[in-house]
């Protein structure tokens, strides 16, 4: 994870590390009490976790200067400040954050909205190529279990109602 300070003069930036990547974004206004009072927990992320959380997303802190320059389309949602969102690579909003503002929260949030990143940058991995006997028998269990799963479903057998066509209910009086 990358925690990246975004000034008013950094929006090309921005957009360059938002296109092939998960974010965790805030825009903040300098000015604003709600970014100042939630400024120590917001910096806190910069903090590895035991979980390593931190794999997960890119951690953007963007200023309000920056928005109007930015190309991508999580800056064309900003209303308020801070606005804090998850983006999807290629700069679109995948989920706008509205819970507390500690960093506890903001780690669950980023736990439970973005994917595990995989650390194997530069490792050698096995081919899985499968010989023909390994092949033969996966299909064989395959179809052993499809086998198995249509004995299994049996379709439920629905009794035929018999309905009165000329009951007083069913007759409609026209006036």
């Not at 990246?4 to 921005?14: K, Q, S, T």
């Not at 929260?105 to 736990?111: A, C, D, E, H």
Request: proline share 5%; hydrophobic share 35%.
């Amino acid at each position: 994870m990358k925690f990246v300070r975004i000034g008013p003069d950094d929006a090309a930036l921005f957009d360059a590390q938002v296109k092939n990547e998960y974010a965790f974004v805030k825009f903040y206004s300098p000015g604003c009490f709600h970014c100042n009072e939630m400024a120590a927990a917001w910096d806190a992320l910069e903090m590895p976790t035991k979980r390593g959380d931190q794999n997960r997303a890119n951690v953007f802190e963007v200023h309000v200067g920056a928005i109007q320059n930015i190309k991508s389309a999580c800056a064309k949602n900003v209303g308020g400040f801070p606005t804090i969102m998850a983006v999807r690579p290629g700069g679109f909003v995948m989920r706008e954050y509205f819970g507390p503002r500690d960093t506890k929260s903001f780690l669950n949030f980023i736990r439970k909205t973005f994917p595990r990143r995989t650390m194997n940058v530069g490792r050698k991995t096995k081919s899985r190529r499968k010989t023909k006997t390994k092949r033969k028998m996966k299909t064989k269990r395959k179809t052993e279990r499809k086998a198995n799963k249509v004995v299994e479903r049996k379709k439920p057998v629905y009794k035929k109602r018999k309905v009165a066509s000329t009951t007083k209910r069913n007759i409609r009086i026209k006036r």
